[in-house]
């Protein structure tokens, strides 16, 4: 499986948006990008994935490079209730299933 | 269009018992994944379940089995507990698991071992 890197912490203004990059250089060309986010005493949400091409939808945006080798995901107005802990992830290769591994992820701090 | 749901959410057990985990996926979702999360080691995968079989076991040892039903209802049995399975234990389901769908998760059920 395709390894990703995240900075570890970030701080975002409230209101303003939140881009958070993902690394992952190592990317083959049918492996997926998804987002999860997990806010403390939770169990991960799923926010957003895509494959190559930009995506968008009611929570958040993902742009990923021509080369794929990164992606940022982009929460457009970040509110108080999207501070969390946000992992990126490369699902396994198609043809198998899929199975969740988390690195670190991105703490994402919205600030009043 | 009700999310999964884990019972219970919490869990005490001592050392030696055996505890029983219940998931019920989202309607229409036929693969269930578990996994286990802790501070130190993460989120850990367990297995997953579809058409009531299991397709794919993480690196835990035989004391964690799990099984689907018809329903695609899922269990998780840990037993002999120990210390060190203290742990919230989260179930995730999807359509048929495949690499472009998102898995959905439950909040979990969190088992302390005294």
């Known amino acids: 499986d395709a390894k990703t890197t995240q900075p570890t912490s970030m701080d975002c203004a409230e209101g303003r948006a939140a881009n958070l990059p993902c690394n992952h250089s190592?990317?083959?060309?049918?492996?997926?990008v998804y987002w999860y986010r997990q806010i403390h005493s939770q169990g991960p949400q799923y926010i957003i994935h895509?494959?190559?091409n930009n995506e968008t939808n009611e929570m958040a945006s993902l742009i990923i490079t021509e080369d794929r080798k990164s992606s940022t995901l982009i929460l457009p107005h970040a509110t108080l209730r999207d501070t969390a802990v946000y992992y990126c992830?490369?699902?396994?290769?198609?043809?198998?299933?899929?199975?969740?591994?988390f690195g670190t992820g991105t703490k994402l701090q919205v600030i009043p | 269009k009700a999310g999964v749901t884990q019972t219970p959410r919490y869990l005490i057990k001592t050392r030696g018992q055996q505890v029983t985990l219940s998931c019920s996926p989202i309607?229409?979702?036929?693969?269930v994944s578990w996994y286990q999360q802790t501070p130190g080691q993460g989120l850990q995968f367990l297995f997953e379940?579809?058409?009531?079989?299991?397709?794919n076991k993480g690196n835990f040892p035989g004391r964690f089995s799990g099984r689907q039903f018809s329903n695609s209802r899922s269990e998780m049995n840990v037993s002999t507990l120990e210390l060190g399975d203290s742990a919230l234990y989260l179930c995730?389901?999807?359509?048929?698991?495949?690499?472009?769908?998102?898995?959905?998760f439950g909040d979990g059920t969190r088992l302390s071992i005294l």
């Open positions: 995730a389901s999807s359509l048929d698991g495949q690499p472009n769908q998102p898995q959905h």
């Open positions: 190592t990317i083959s060309g049918n492996e997926y």
């Open positions: 895509g494959l190559k």
């Open positions: 992830i490369v699902s396994p290769h198609s043809g198998g299933y899929q199975k969740v591994t």
């Open positions: 309607s229409g979702h036929r693969s």
């Open positions: 379940y579809f058409s009531e079989t299991q397709r």
